[in-house]
Every structure is written in C-alpha cells, then in structure tokens.
C-alpha cells in the first residue's frame, strides 16, 4: 500500500512539474494551429479591418498549401475588434479559454493597451500586427505580448526629418490627431523631434477630434485661421478619409502643407481625392516604389491580392499581419528545431521569438528584446498621373530603422533629446521617379 501511495505522490508530482526533475508532458502535435485574427469588421475601422483580415486569409493559405506549420495546418477564427477596450478585453478572455495557439491582430491602440496584461496574464500568446502606442511595451517586460511593428515614434521621427529636409522654410506647425494614446503619441515625437533639429519652429495648435468622429469641419475651420505651414496627422482609415475630403472642400490643403503618417490607411477613396504635394509616410506600400511592375515581389503580392479580391490592395497599412503570421511560423520553426523535433509549448514559442529575422515583402525585420520589430519606413510627396487611378509618392526618402528606431532600453525623448541638430544632413537623398 505504501508503494502504491508513494507512486501516486510521484505521479502527481510530475504531472504539475513539481521538482521532481521530471517536466510537465510535451505538447502532441494537433491537427490544426489555432489562430483567432481580430480586426475591424465594422465602423470606421473596416477601412484597414477588411484588407487586414484579406491579406491574414492570403498568408494563411500560403502557409498552408506549402504544408503547413510543421505540417500541420492554420485554423483561424476572425472577430471584430470593433466595441472598444472594454469589450475586447471580455472577448479577448472569452478567447483565451478557447485554447487558441495564439491571438494575432489588433489595430487600435487603446485596445491592445487593455488587451495586453491580461495576454500576460492567461499566458495567451499574443502578437499584435497594427497597434503601434509606445506605452504598450513602456514600463513592462512582458513574455508573450510582442508586436511585429516599430512604435509610434520610429515613423513620426522619419516624418520631422523628411518634412524639414524637404522644406527648411517651416516655421510654424500644427496637428490634427485621434484622441487616444496612438494619436497623443504620434504628435508628441512629431514636435519633439522638429523642435530638437529646428528649435526655431513654433506649434501654434494641437486639435484632438475624437476617434471615428468622422466630422472635421470645426477643427479644419481652425486651421484655418491658425495658417500653420505644416500640418501634420495621423488620423486614419474613415476618420481620414473623411478628413481629406472635408479637408480639400474647404481648401485647407491650398494654404498649408499636409503630413500624414499613415496616408496609406487613407484607401482607394481617400488617395483619388489627395491632391498633389502632400507629405505622406507608410512603411508597407507600393505607392513609394516606381510601382509593381519593378518590384517583383510587391509585384506578385498585389497581383495575388487583386485576384482574390477583386480590388486594388491600397490600404497597405493591413499587410503586417502577414508578418505577424512569418513570426509565428519562424517560431515555431525554432522551437522545434531546438528541441528535437517535439511540438513546443506556449513558453517555447515565446521564448525564440526575440532575435528572429525575417526578409519580408517590403525589407528585412527583426523581432528585439523590448518585443518590437524593426522596420523601415518612407516618406515622399503625392503626385497624380501614374499608371494608377490614385495618388502615389514621389521625391521618397526610405529611413532605415536604425536611424529612427529607439535603441532598447532607452527612451524616445531621451534619445530624441541626444540627437544634434545635424542629424538633418544624415537623411538620404530623396529617389525621383520618372
């Protein structure tokens, strides 16, 4: 009886792990990698949502028609992140009991906000493709919350630069931002870095509409009437759209400069009605290259995209899932080339991912230490009389990200604040297409 007491104690011991020497059971390989997407698929935010979850169904069945993970295929359950923090978070714990591999997507920042600590908490690995606040890694070390984009300031910083090289006659500036950590973020480093590389250019207004207001005509009034040089936003999807529609009728754009951050997110409607020489960024788009026809590989996806869907792939802001889909799959590639061959675990996963590298569509990556990726991102100035029926950039500057990214561990304003005024003549020459 004792020996058989005794052999129960140990068996329950190694079933919990509970020093014994013995780990817990090796996961058995499924028969499908469970993915939950969540994306807008409603409101305002379907404008990014929908290419979102079109380009995530285009990796998925890429993954799996060259035989999977590890042989064994992607299942993936989409959910509207529509409904705000609140909601996402409940649904997010509704998920999180569903066994799911791992949770991709995301877009607006309060909700990966919310959503992040309680990933952490249930142990969910969570990969967030859109999201870009600074504060969501800020004051945390997460284990299983990563995000295959730079924050908010790479891109923002990469936009003074441009807007101060490409204009050194600025004077005074003025934003129009969502009013939320994405939006308060962005027109901070924005005036940050102008201040540091230009301390003569005054900001003489910072307007904050709510996010999916879609009504702009009191805030354009005002900048209107406050003539700043340049202007710079990072409203996007409908917001933008809306934006520059209202924006152009009532002749903003012919008196001041526009900046916009994510001009890509503006969609097929918003880039018809962009008038030429605004200033505009994105990271994932072919309308900064002389276009597909000399880029095979954005070649091939955009021929791929408009097949399957039957539109132009525009809002090119929604392809990072797909790099969020290659970093899983080099996960677990990883993982079960460091153990053998077995299935990993969630804390396998997680712990490989830092230092991957991927060459990806649109430039290398690299996941860091602090769970972000790094990235390149361009800047250029919208023309119209391409080959396409839209606005696309031209005079494109391609920062690298080691010239706009935080280093680890440091700070955006502290490293905005190290930077000489002289960081200006480090900028590449600006590429002129035919």
Same mark, same amino acid.
């Given at each position: 009886?004792?020996?058989?007491?005794?052999?129960?104690?140990?068996?329950?011991?190694?079933?919990?792990?509970?020093?014994?020497?013995?780990?817990?059971?090796?996961?058995?390989?499924?028969?499908?990698?469970?993915?939950?997407?969540?994306?807008?698929?409603?409101?305002?935010?379907?404008?990014?949502?929908?290419?979102?979850?079109?380009?995530?169904?285009?990796?998925?069945?890429?993954?799996?028609?060259?035989?999977?993970?590890?042989?064994?295929?992607?299942?993936?359950?989409?959910?509207?992140?529509?409904?705000?923090?609140?909601?996402?978070?409940?649904?997010?714990?509704?998920?999180?009991?569903?066994?799911?591999?791992? /949770?991709?997507?995301?877009?607006?920042?309060?909700?990966?906000?919310?959503?992040?600590?309680?990933?952490?908490?249930?142990?969910?690995?969570?990969?967030?493709?859109?999201?870009?606040?600074?504060?969501?890694?800020?004051?945390?070390?997460?284990?299983?919350?990563?995000?295959?984009?730079?924050?908010?300031?790479?891109?923002?910083?990469?936009?003074?630069?441009?807007?101060?090289?490409?204009?050194?006659?600025?004077?005074?500036?003025?934003?129009?931002?969502?009013?939320?950590?994405?939006?308060?973020?962005?027109?901070?480093?924005?005036?940050?870095?102008?201040?540091?590389?230009?301390?003569?250019?005054?900001?003489?207004?910072?307007?904050?509409?709510?996010?999916?207001?879609?009504?702009?005509?009191?805030?354009?009034?005002?900048?209107?009437?406050?003539?700043?040089?340049?202007?710079?936003?990072?409203?996007?999807?409908?917001?933008?759209?809306?934006?520059?529609?209202?924006?152009?009728?009532?002749?903003?754009?012919?008196?001041?400069?526009?900046?916009?951050?994510?001009?890509?997110?503006?969609?097929?409607?918003?880039?018809?009605?962009?008038?030429?020489?605004?200033?505009?960024?994105?990271?994932?788009?072919?309308?900064?290259?002389?276009?597909?026809?000399?880029?095979?590989?954005?070649?091939?996806?955009?021929?791929?995209?408009?097949?399957?869907?039957?539109?132009?792939?525009?809002?090119?802001?929604?392809?990072?899932?797909?790099?969020?889909?290659?970093?899983?799959?080099?996960?677990?590639?990883?993982?079960?080339?460091?153990?053998?061959?077995?299935?990993?675990?969630?804390?396998?996963?997680?712990?490989?991912?830092?230092?991957?590298?991927?060459?990806?569509?649109?430039?290398?990556?690299?996941?860091?230490?602090?769970?972000?990726?790094?990235?390149?991102?361009?800047?250029?100035?919208?023309?119209?009389?391409?080959?396409?029926?839209?606005? /696309?950039?031209?005079?494109?500057?391609?920062?690298?990200?080691?010239?706009?990214?935080?280093?680890?561990?440091?700070?955006?304003?502290?490293?905005?604040?190290?930077?000489?005024?002289?960081?200006?003549?480090?900028?590449?020459?600006?590429?002129?297409?035919?």
């Amino acid at each position: 009886m004792k020996r058989i007491l005794v052999l129960l104690v140990l068996a329950t011991m190694a079933a919990v792990g509970l020093n014994t020497g013995v780990s817990p059971a090796q996961p058995v390989r499924p028969k499908a990698v469970r993915v939950a997407i969540a994306t807008f698929y409603s409101g305002s935010g379907t404008v990014t949502g929908v290419p979102e979850a079109n380009f995530a169904k285009m990796k998925i069945d890429e993954i799996n028609k060259a035989g999977g993970i590890g042989g064994v295929p992607i299942e993936a359950q989409y959910v509207d992140e529509s409904g705000g923090p609140a909601k996402n978070v409940t649904q997010f714990r509704q998920l999180a009991t569903q066994h799911f591999d791992a /949770v991709i997507g995301y877009i607006s920042s309060g909700d990966c906000l919310a959503v992040a600590p309680v990933a952490e908490e249930l142990h969910q690995l969570t990969i967030f493709s859109s999201c870009s606040t600074d504060a969501l890694f800020a004051g945390h070390h997460y284990q299983y919350v990563f995000r295959t984009i730079p924050p908010t300031s790479a891109p923002t910083i990469a936009g003074a630069l441009y807007t101060l090289t490409v204009d050194p006659s600025v004077k005074t500036i003025a934003g129009i931002n969502p009013d939320y950590a994405y939006g308060r973020d962005a027109w901070k480093y924005y005036t940050e870095a102008v201040h540091q590389f230009r301390p003569d250019v005054k900001a003489v207004g910072d307007l904050w509409p709510e996010l999916f207001s879609g009504k702009y005509s009191n805030e354009i009034s005002r900048l209107l009437a406050l003539h700043p040089d340049v202007i710079f936003s990072v409203l996007w999807g409908g917001d933008l759209v809306a934006f520059i529609q209202q924006a152009n009728a009532q002749g903003l754009f012919a008196q001041s400069k526009l900046v916009l951050g994510t001009v890509n997110e503006a969609g097929l409607t918003g880039l018809k009605a962009l008038p030429d020489g605004v200033i505009g960024g994105s990271s994932n788009t072919y309308l900064f290259h002389p276009g597909p026809v000399t880029e095979p590989k954005i070649k091939q996806l955009f021929a791929a995209y408009r097949s399957q869907f039957n539109e132009d792939p525009v809002d090119m802001y929604a392809y990072p899932i797909q790099n969020s889909f290659a970093v899983l799959q080099a996960a677990y590639r990883k993982a079960m080339a460091r153990n053998g061959g077995k299935w990993p675990t969630t804390e396998e996963l997680a712990q490989v991912i830092v230092g991957l590298r991927l060459n990806t569509v649109f430039g290398p990556l690299e996941m860091r230490a602090d769970h972000n990726a790094t990235y390149h991102e361009m800047y250029g100035i919208s023309v119209h009389g391409s080959q396409y029926p839209f606005a /696309v950039f031209n005079q494109v500057v391609d920062f690298p990200s080691a010239m706009i990214q935080t280093p680890v561990g440091v700070t955006p304003d502290s490293w905005i604040a190290s930077l000489p005024p002289s960081y200006l003549s480090k900028v590449p020459k600006p590429t002129r297409y035919p």
